[in-house]
């Protein structure tokens, strides 16, 4: 009798300001991933991405773990996370080798990619990723894959990204003290792309804008590689505590408020239309023009948008993106969101909803579960060009991690 072959899953968790989101996708018959599993649970440890308290961070890691456990019938025993936050930097660089044997092989690569890698990089920073743009033999610009073709020198251009090495570090703390392992880490705004953008997209241009609730992270892609990431401190928090502060009411009642009413479109809303905000402790409600709240939270978008074609403006790629912008994201689900970024960026603006997996159509289409969702989609490329395993492995923590923490650079 034939041997009945090991279920294959694979986990994202998403520990983000707001919310920490796992997800449980098995590798089905046709070799495509399906969500079996959701858990989700307030964040209550972490600071614009970054933990400030261990103990909370945990406590939420356990309950979207167990809640996800529990639908998919499955233990979780590893997982992959992603990281945001404004310790995050990336840059661009650039290597050269001569090519041994005049024909490029793997070798080749490994060796130009170090080349590119060999810049100073501070003390208390490591490398997250090196993502190849392009590759140039022998003065022949725009290749993709090198390896086989024929020449003398062989460049690589790279973006490498880097993050703190204790933000890291709390993260991989976090997580194995719930007793899961950490197989890799991937920046937030990378595993979202995976997520909801796709090739013709990369191709012609695109920024992708992640909204999240304490940072929003862009990623810009042209010529189908990326070419730029940030991170901007303005996200979904900071309209919540504009609410607050505006209504004085607390910050709880503000964040029900946004979410119920929140509105980007001051003229469109009903100005005869009143809402009640609770006050603090003993003291009455109010009632406030749903209007009013429109207002508040559009300003904050507002300036947000305005950050962001700033920084397209000064990194040269407001006239590249022919593909326009896309909006994923929890924040980026407010209504008017669409109509504002296009007034704002001057270009096409969507809504980014996940794809290229199955399961629930309300899970799978929803831009909150973006960056968890790009995570398993992330995992399984890897697995795909046989690097990184999948969940159904109980081994240690992934060695990538230990270099981080191990090596000087």
């Known amino acids: 009798m034939a041997k009945k072959q090991e279920r294959q899953f694979v986990v994202g968790l998403d520990i983000g300001t707001s919310k920490v989101v ?3 996708g098995e590798i089905n018959a046709h070799d495509q991933i399906e969500i079996i599993g959701v858990g989700s649970h307030a ?3 972490l600071k614009r991405g970054v933990v400030v308290n261990i103990e909370s961070t945990v406590n939420s890691i356990s309950s979207a773990v167990e809640q996800a456990e529990m639908m998919a019938g499955c233990e979780v025993k590893s997982v992959y996370t992603g990281i945001a936050g404004s310790h995050i930097k990336s840059f661009n660089s650039h290597g050269i080798v001569a090519i041994k044997e005049h024909e490029v092989t793997q070798a080749d690569i490994d060796r130009v990619i170090d080349a590119a890698k060999a810049v100073a990089v501070p003390a208390d920073q490591r490398i997250l990723h090196i993502l190849p743009q392009e ?4 003065n022949q610009s725009g290749i993709r894959d090198p390896i086989g073709m024929s020449g003398v020198r062989l460049e690589a251009k790279v973006h490498m990204v880097t993050g703190a090495v204790s933000a890291a570090q709390n993260i991989v703390n976090c997580v194995q003290r719930r007793g899961l392992d950490v197989l890799d880490i991937i920046l937030q705004p990378l595993a979202s792309s995976h997520a909801v953008l796709n090739e013709d997209e990369k191709e012609l241009g695109v920024c992708l804008v992640d909204i999240g609730g304490g940072t929003t992270d862009i990623a810009v892609f ?10 901007v401190p303005i996200a979904g928090d900071q309209a919540t505590n504009d609410i607050a502060v505006a209504l004085r009411t607390p910050v709880h009642a503000a964040e029900l408020v946004k979410r119920q009413f929140a509105c980007l479109k001051p003229a469109l ?12 402790s003993d003291r009455p409600g109010q009632q406030i023009a749903k209007k009013y709240v429109s207002e508040v939270i559009t300003a904050r978008y507002e300036e947000l948008f305005e950050l962001i074609q700033q920084r397209l403006v000064k990194e040269g790629f407001a006239d590249q993106l022919s593909a326009g912008i896309v909006l994923t994201g929890g924040g980026a689900s407010v209504p008017g969101a669409l109509a504002l970024a296009e007034s704002v960026f001057k270009m096409p603006v969507r809504l980014g909803e996940p794809k290229s997996v199955e399961g629930a159509p309300e899970v799978i289409t929803n831009p909150a579960l973006a960056t968890g969702i790009g995570l398993l989609l992330y995992a399984k490329q890897q697995q795909d060009m046989g690097g990184v395993r999948l969940s159904s492995s109980k081994s240690g923590l992934f060695s990538k991690m230990r270099q981080w923490f191990q090596t000087s650079w």
């Open 135 to 138: 590759f140039i033999i022998d």
């Open 43 to 45: 964040s209550e440890g």
């Open 269 to 280: 809303t009903n100005g005869d239309a009143h809402i009640e905000i609770p006050g603090f």
């Open 222 to 231: 042209t010529q189908g590689a990326i070419r730029h990431s940030a991170v």
């Open 22 to 24: 796992a997800i449980i």
